[in-house]
C-alpha cells in the first residue's frame, strides 16, 4: 500500500480553484463522479500523490440525502457491506465545513481486503467507482474502505489513465509531493492500535506521536489534548518543496504544511 491521494472538501470549485492558483498550485479540472452528486478539481504532484479538491454539487438528490443522513435515517448503512464507503464519503462531507476530511491509499488489488480482514481489520466490498473528465472520457477505480473511521480507505490504480502533461506537475510554489499525513486524535493508542493491525506492522515512536510508513509516504498519529474534541480526529499533510522559503507558502490553509 502507498500513499494516493487527499480529500479537501471545497464549497465553491471554480473558487477553491482560484485560491489554490493563488498559493501557487498548478490545478486541473477532474470532473463528475458517476452517479453526478459530486466533481472535484486536480492538483498533480511529482511523487504520484495527488490533492483532490472535492466539491459535493447542490442537486436535488443530494439535498435528500443530506437531510437524510443529518436526521440519521442512514445510520444503518454506517456498518453496511455494499453501502458503508457511500455512507463514509457523504458522511464526511456533510459533517465538515470544508478542509481535508479523508485520506486514500493505493492497493495493489482487492485481494488485500481478505489479507485485511484476517487480521481483524473489517472490510466494505469493493465500489466500482468512476469520473468523466472535461475531454468526455472515463477513468474508472475501485474503492473500498475499514469501517474503522481513522482509518484510510483504499482505491486501486486508474483504468486507461492517460499522463497529463508534466507541467500540471510544476507548481510555482514549489510543491513536489506529500511528506506526512499527521492524524491528530485524543485517542492515541487505540487509534495505532487499528493502524497496527492495519499494516500488520509495529509503529514507530516519535518525540509525540506513532509513526507508520507504507510503501510510500509517512502517516502520524498525534495525541489531540482537546476535551472537546476527544473521540474525533482531524488532518494536517506536511508537503515536499524544493524551496521552503517560497512566499506562496506563507498563506497555505493551517491544515497544509
Known amino acids: 500500500m502507498k500513499l494516493h491521494h487527499i480529500v479537501i472538501l471545497v464549497n465553491d470549485l471554480a473558487k477553491a480553484m482560484e485560491e489554490y492558483q493563488d498559493y501557487g498550485f498548478k490545478v486541473m479540472q477532474g470532473g463528475v463522479h458517476k452517479g453526478g452528486l459530486s466533481e472535484n478539481a486536480l492538483i498533480l504532484l511529482e511523487d504520484g500523490t495527488y490533492l483532490e479538491l472535492l466539491f459535493i ?31 463514509r464519503f457523504y458522511g464526511r462531507a456533510f459533517d465538515s465545513k470544508g478542509g481535508i476530511i479523508d485520506y486514500a491509499l493505493e492497493a495493489g488489488d482487492i485481494d488485500i481486503i481478505k489479507s485485511t480482514e484476517d487480521r481483524g481489520i473489517e472490510m466494505t466490498t469493493p465500489l466500482n467507482a468512476a469520473r468523466r473528465k472535461p475531454d468526455g472520457s472515463i477513468v474508472t477505480w475501485k474503492m473500498f474502505t475499514p469501517f474503522i473511521g481513522e482509518l484510510p480507505f483504499l482505491i486501486t490504480a486508474f483504468d486507461k489513465q492517460k499522463n497529463p502533461d508534466e507541467q500540471w506537475y510544476q507548481h510555482p510554489n514549489g510543491a513536489r509531493g506529500i511528506e506526512c499525513v499527521s492524524i491528530m486524535t485524543g485517542e492515541k493508542d487505540r487509534v ?57 507558502l506563507d498563506n497555505l490553509p493551517n491544515w497544509i504544511q
Open 192 to 248: 495505532s492500535m487499528f493502524y497496527q493491525k492495519f499494516f500488520n506492522t509495529h509503529a514507530q515512536r516519535g518525540v509525540n506521536s506513532m509513526m507508520f510508513t507504507p510503501d510510500y509516504g509517512r502517516i502520524e498519529i498525534h495525541e489531540q489534548d482537546d476535551p472537546e474534541v476527544n473521540k474525533s480526529y482531524s488532518y494536517s499533510i506536511q508537503l515536499k518543496v524544493s524551496d521552503k522559503t517560497n512566499d506562496c
Open 57 to 87: 454539487r447542490k442537486t436535488l438528490k443530494t439535498f435528500v440525502l443530506r437531510f437524510l443522513y443529518k436526521a440519521g435515517l442512514l445510520n444503518g448503512f454506517k456498518k453496511s457491506r455494499k453501502y458503508g464507503l457511500v455512507y
